[in-house]
Every structure is written in C-alpha cells, then in structure tokens.
T-cell receptor
Framework: DGGITQSPKYLFRKEGQNVTLSCEQN?????MYWYRQDPGQGLRLIYY???????QKGDIAEGYSVSREKKESFPLTVTSAQKNPTAFYLC??????????????FGEGSRLTVL | GQQVMQIPQYQHVQEGEDFTTYCNSS?????IQWYKQRPGGHPVFLIQ?????EVKKQKRLTFQFGEAKKNSSLHITATQTTDVGTYFC?????????????FGAGTQVVVTP
C-alpha cells in the first residue's frame, strides 16, 4: 500500500538532546512537508521541500533542521535550540499541480515529549 | 502576513442537526482546502476549492468558497456520530506561495446521540 510512514510514533527525550524523526513515502511525490500541531491550534509549517536536495523554511523553522537526500525520505531533527519541542509532528507529501500545493497526504504523526 | 481564522473553535451538535463552520482569511486566497482529523488521528483531505463562488458537495457535506476568495464554509446536514473530529481549513495565498498553506485553528465537533 502506498503511503507515508513516520517513526517513532512516541518519543521521549531529555532537555538538551537532539532527536530525529523519520518520514518515508512511497507515493512518488516530489513535495514533502513537516508540520507541528499543538493542542487547540492548527498546523504550523516547519519546513518543506519541492525536490531532492532542496528545502525551504516554513513559519517556525527555528530550532529544527531537515535534509532531503532521497525523494522518498525527509527526516526532521529537533535540536536542543528548540525552546518548546513537546508537540505532535506531522509529515506530509503532495503532488504539485501547477501553482496549487495540491492535496496533502499525512503520516500518522510522531508525538514528542521532552522531560 | 496571511492569517486564517476559523470559527467556531468548538461545536457541540445533537445527532441529526445541521451545523456550519467558517473560515476567514486576511488576504485573498488562490485556493482553499478542507481537512478532517479524527480524535487521535491525522488530518485527511476532504476537498479543494479554487474558483470564486464555488460550491461543492460530498454527500451531507457542502463546501463553499466566497466570491472574494477570502472566506469559505463547510456545512454538514443531519450530523452523524461519524462526523466527530476536528475540521481544518487551509488556505494558499498567491500561486507564488506554493507549499505554504496557512491552516486555521480548526473546529472541534462533538456529536451527542
């Protein structure tokens, strides 16, 4: 089945530690995204990538880093510089359709808790 | 910058009733999407609206894009318990802002039998 796989589903980390969240897709989509979701808020864009070896900052990129070495993979690193990292992280992909972002296909998410 | 406001934040509905959630943008949108997120789940795409004044229906769900392309609504008729979840709108500004959807905070819908 085609889709997006995120891992781990739950993650705990101590303050000061970096952590990397995995996102893999087999939909053959060029575009991939990372969003952060906090209770009572909408999704906020962290980073997005249109093609391999290229990515752009979203609205809340500070304290995060990404890489896009392969079309299928878009890992997100939450660094110790992120002040409030406890959140639900969602990875998504899409087929670009002209000037439209297109339908986003989401993974099941990774819930990060900083102790 | 572009902001998308969604109201109400919370909607408690009796099964069988209708309700509407609204989405308003501070700027003109090139298109708007709607997603549904079940409790404990991830957002799932419902629809995309592109044209001014566009109306689309999916069974009991009716989506509308305003004439000025700055607002949108989702109307659900005869609510069922399967409609429980949070509904998000997500707007794209100009076509130059490809990839940068602005999500509203969502309307959390609770349905009582």
């Amino acid at each position: 089945d085609g889709g997006i796989t995120q891992s781990p589903k739950y993650l705990f980390r101590k303050e000061g530690q970096n952590v990397t969240l995995s996102c893999e897709q087999n939909l053959n989509h060029d575009a991939m995204y990372w969003y952060r979701q906090d209770p009572g808020q909408g999704l906020r864009l962290i980073y997005y990538s249109q093609i391999v070896n290229d990515f752009q900052k979203g609205d809340i990129a500070e304290g995060y880093s990404v890489s896009r070495e392969k079309k299928e993979s878009f890992p997100l690193t939450v660094t110790s510089a992120q002040k409030n990292p406890t959140a639900f992280y969602l990875c998504a992909s899409s087929l670009r359709t002209g000037g439209s972002t297109g339908e986003l296909f989401f993974g099941e998410g990774s819930r990060l808790t900083v102790l | 910058g572009q902001q998308v406001m969604q109201i109400p934040q919370y909607q408690h509905v009796q099964e069988g009733e209708d309700f509407t959630t609204y989405c308003n943008s501070s700027t003109t949108l090139s298109n708007i999407q709607w997603y549904k997120q079940r409790p404990g789940g991830h957002p799932v795409f419902l629809i995309q609206l592109v044209k001014s004044g566009e109306v689309k229906k999916q069974k009991r769900l009716t989506f509308q894009f305003g004439e000025a392309k700055k607002n949108s609504s989702l109307h659900i008729t005869a609510t069922q318990t399967t409609d429980v979840g949070t509904y998000f709108c997500a707007g794209q500004g100009s076509t130059d802002s490809w990839g940068k959807l602005q999500f509203g905070a969502g309307t959390q819908v609770v349905v009582t039998p």
